[in-house]
């Protein structure tokens, strides 16, 4: 270590929460270490879409969602190049009539939480994303929602950490937490490092170092075309991608489509509980792949060149874990992100930051309680 | 042995090949060396010639990421050089 | 909606082994089908558009072939594949082909190893040109430079100098005394008598000259290549040029073997002497299996479509298999990459060229995973079949994982693989 004396936090898992909590503690004047057993970003950072986007599965995912999305267009102008951050904005596109209710209430939703929207009907829709099939009803746009590129966003973020003071250790596995001592394994041996606090962002992993975590892994597909600049303008979302994102057992496919800044379009979205089985499915990912081209034909002939899978951290209720986990003095959780890790990373931090440095949390923190009531997790 | 002639429409010029020509030969014959350019816009060709390296893509008939080294010329091809996307 | 089929035996590649494959499954009395990438059967070595121009061994099995009862799916590429199971994209269509043995045989590809230049148009791989050639690529008056390793070199050369290109010099970067040692051990086997037909290719060149212990060094030009440089060790000096062929061998293509499961040592798919994989009912021969020429691709294929087919190969047969895998053993170690080709990059120097990933870019500690996902080196439109395998030789990371679609698909196929895994 840089600095001498205990680190004030040890932040457990380098992905894009545990780098943004870092470099939101370190701004904060706090001693911390990062441990990451791999390297940033190695787990679901990596493969997930890099969307920062507003969602209004409830209003705790509503407020914490913008507030992260404002907290990264904040950001923007210190991000470099290789975060590869732009602004498409979104379309969650109503696929009849009648779900253009929808559209109007999710409006109205937003509008309270100050996220700036447009109804769009079916010509404004048409003329918004030319290459969607005709037919379509409309669609809420919410242009600005962003993208990035989540492994980059990972290192800039521990960059600026270490910038400010923070140390980060890779290839550094902790394995166990007690209160004021973290045991980890190095290259070098094992040791026990003392500290005031720990915060714990190991995602899908959360479970194995504090058992009874609700966080389970939940397997996703992804599909990635060649370079086709233009096929599409905006992030593409069906409506109906609330209800899969729900649902804790099945398998379900919604349709999500995304620009990519180097003109490949990255085809989603798959969820379902399988354990660790990262196997490509291929019904899963040719359904995905089918309800893609049925909302965009100009895809079908389309050069894709690579399917993977990832698994998003779950929770029972679809929120996060943010907060202290009182069973363990000292022990904060930040994870649990689902689907949403990469957007929440900076509300994550912010709501960290002041529950260990002091200050107003920006948002409610108790939708976010680990220790809150759960409904019942289901088996895989 | 002479093979006969066919038309195709290299970059909406018209061009005479022999049949059985791959569409990169037949680029390459033209004096084509640019046909297509890499993420950093620097002109790539054909390497590996076999449908591996993907560098030769071009688009033909309108649709891009063509691997030229492995399809053949046919009558009224169009082929178009130079893209990003093939 | 996909097309299905099915046969006893599915064989993949239409090269050398796959077709002795075929045509020694389909004399077993097993219905087999042929599955080949290209427009023209005859794989890389027999690439051809008029069959008067090939050697008499390869008319007479393209012959027998044709002859056979398998059938030939043409312009056929696989995209996934499962024991018992391969999807084809053939034009736009899907087809599922069902078959209770699957013998692999996709050869190899070339070792394409960075250096100075290297990505500049007109920079062929040396089975790269003769391929470009044999697909009517015009080549009279054409300075050409060609530098390269093994057997491959002497007939691109020929083929070259044939069609009237004016080669500039040939360079083979094994030592003089690694040639040597391979002509002794070419002598002793089964294939003594491709000594003569290297004599013939060289003096089909011999206008050229002949290098050994020489390797390009760097390319130049601006938009093209216009010159190389040669390094020797003793000395470097400049050739202008319009066309450079160079490669550092060849690698197998293992890919599929990777996607059925099947054990792999490097890139290649392990076998045991009947050519069966680590999975039961996948078979692997030719190339895929480890370079080993075409003698001896010729030999496991037909040992693989025996056994495939339910038959014996007999002892005949698998003591000149025993022999050429000797020399294939023999060849790997005369050709191997020597250390001078393994640091040849500059910092600007591209090392994924579907992504543009410079040298300076990568650390040599991270491995091939992070390298993906801090510079998208491999992600690209080749899937890391060039710069994976060049990083694998040069600093020992591991081959890319391989995951469907195995060659690039349109969207609308996709759709369409729908088999539960």
């Not at chain 1, 679901?44 to 404002?70: F, K, N």
């Not at chain 1, 732009?86 to 999710?106: C, F, N, Q, Y």
């Not at chain 1, 969820?271 to 049925?294: P, Q």
């Not at chain 3, 290297?118 to 003769?130: I, R, Y």
Request: charged residues 20%; contains cysteine; positive net charge.
């Amino acid at each position: 270590m840089t600095g001498a004396g205990r680190p004030d936090v040890v932040v457990v898992g380098a992905g894009i929460v545990g780098a943004a909590c870092a470099r939101e503690l370190a701004l904060a004047g706090l001693r911390v270490l990062i441990c990451e057993s791999a390297f940033p970003g190695a787990g679901t950072t990596s493969a997930g879409m890099g969307h920062i986007v507003v969602m209004d599965d409830s209003p705790a995912q509503l407020a914490l969602t913008a507030l992260s999305r404002r907290l990264w267009q904040e950001l923007e102008p210190e991000l470099p190049p290789s975060c590869e951050d732009s602004r498409p904005g979104t379309l969650w596109i109503a696929g009849g009539p009648d779900e253009m209710h929808m559209v109007r209430e999710k409006a109205v939703a937003y509008a309270e939480a100050g996220v700036r929207t447009e109804v769009l009907d079916a010509t404004a829709l048409a003329a918004a994303e030319p290459n969607l099939r005709p037919g379509l009803s409309g669609a809420l746009l919410v242009p600005d929602d962003r993208v990035l590129y989540p492994p980059g966003a990972a290192r800039w973020l521990l960059e600026d950490a270490c910038a400010r003071g923070a140390d980060l250790r890779v290839g550094v596995r902790v394995t166990a937490i007690e209160g004021g001592r973290v045991s980890v394994e190095a290259g070098s041996g094992a040791e026990v490092l003392t500290c005031g606090a720990v915060v714990l962002a190991t995602g899908v992993d959360a479970a194995q170092l504090v058992p009874g975590l609700p966080v389970v892994p939940r397997k996703g597909h992804l599909v990635i075309t060649e370079r086709y600049p233009g096929l599409i303008r905006h992030q593409l979302v069906e409506l109906g991608y609330l209800h899969s994102a729900h649902a804790m057992s099945g398998a379900s496919t919604a349709f999500n489509l995304q620009p990519r800044p180097t003109g490949q379009v990255l085809i989603g979205s798959s969820r379902e509980l399988v354990g660790r089985d990262g196997s490509v499915n291929r019904r899963i990912a040719a359904d995905m792949v089918r309800r893609a081209v049925e909302f965009v034909p100009a895809l079908a002939r389309c050069v894709t060149t690579r399917t993977w899978t990832g698994f998003r951290p779950a929770t029972p209720d679809s929120l996060p874990l943010i907060g202290a986990w009182r069973n363990f003095p000292g022990l904060y959780v930040a994870a649990g992100h689902e689907g949403l890790g990469i957007t929440t990373a900076t509300g994550t931090a912010a709501l960290i930051r002041a529950m260990l440095a002091g200050g107003n949390p920006p948002v409610d923190p108790a939708p976010f309680d680990p220790m809150r009531a759960m409904p019942a997790l289901e088996a895989a | 042995m002479s093979r006969p002639l066919i038309m195709v429409r290299l970059n909406g010029a018209d061009l005479r090949v022999e049949e059985g020509t791959s569409v990169a030969a037949a680029l390459l014959n033209a004096g084509v060396a640019h046909f297509r350019s890499s993420p950093d816009g620097t002109p790539r060709g054909p390497v590996c010639g076999m449908g591996t390296c993907q560098e030769c893509r071009v688009t033909i008939d309108g649709v891009p990421h063509q691997r030229s080294c492995m399809i053949e010329c046919a009558a009224g091809m169009r082929v178009e050089t130079g893209g990003l996307d093939g | 909606m996909a097309e299905t089929l099915s046969a006893d035996v599915a064989v993949v590649g239409g090269g050398p082994a796959g077709l002795a494959a075929a045509i020694a499954a389909s004399a077993a009395g097993a219905s087999t089908v042929l599955v080949d990438e290209g427009s023209r059967i005859g794989g890389q070595v027999w690439r051809h558009r008029d069959r008067a121009s090939l050697p008499r061994t390869a008319r007479e099995l393209l012959e027998r072939f044709d002859a056979s009862a398998a059938r030939h799916l043409s312009g056929a590429s696989v995209v996934d594949a499962r024991p018992g199971e391969l999807v084809l994209v053939q034009g736009g269509d899907v087809i599922r082909l069902s078959a209770r043995r699957i013998v692999i045989a996709t050869g190899a590809r070339e070792l394409l190893l960075p250096f100075p230049g290297w990505t500049l148009p007109n920079v062929f791989g040396v089975g790269g040109l003769q391929a470009l050639i044999k697909a009517g690529l015009d080549v009279r008056g054409r300075r050409i430079v060609i530098a390269g390793t093994g057997p491959l070199l002497l007939p691109v050369a020929a083929t070259a100098v044939r069609h009237g290109a004016h080669v500039v010099l040939v360079a083979e970067q094994a030592s003089r005394g690694a040639l040597a040692r391979f002509g002794l051990a070419l002598l002793a086997s089964p294939s003594g008598g491709k000594l003569v037909d290297a004599v013939r290719y060289r003096l089909a060149f011999r206008q050229a000259a002949f290098h050994t212990g020489t390797w390009i060094a760097r390319a130049e030009g601006t938009d093209r290549v216009r010159q190389v440089t040669l390094a020797s060790g003793r000395r470097t000096w400049h050739e202008p040029c319009d066309l450079v062929a160079t490669a550092c061998g060849l690698i197998p293509n293992g890919e599929l073997g990777a996607l059925l499961g099947c054990a792999r040592a490097g890139a290649a798919i392990v076998v045991n002497e009947r050519q069966e994989t680590s999975v039961p009912g996948v078979f692997a021969a030719g190339e895929c299996t480890g370079v080993g020429g075409e003698d001896l691709a010729l030999v496991e294929g037909a040992v693989a479509g025996l056994v495939a087919g339910g038959r014996k190969p007999g002892r005949a047969l698998m003591a000149g298999r025993r022999q050429l895998r000797r020399l294939a053993a023999a060849m790997t170690r005369a050709f191997a990459p020597r250390r001078e080709l393994l640091a040849r990059c500059e910092p600007g120097t591209i090392i994924c060229r579907c992504e543009d990933v410079r040298c300076d870019a990568l650390r040599g500690e991270w491995g091939s995973r992070q390298a993906r996902l801090v510079t998208r080196a491999g992600m690209g439109a080749c899937q890391g079949r060039v710069c994976g395998a060049a990083l694998h030789a040069l600093l020992g990371w591991d081959l890319p994982v391989v995951r469907p679609p195995v060659s690039p698909m349109s969207a609308a196929a996709y759709a369409e693989l729908n088999a539960e895994s």
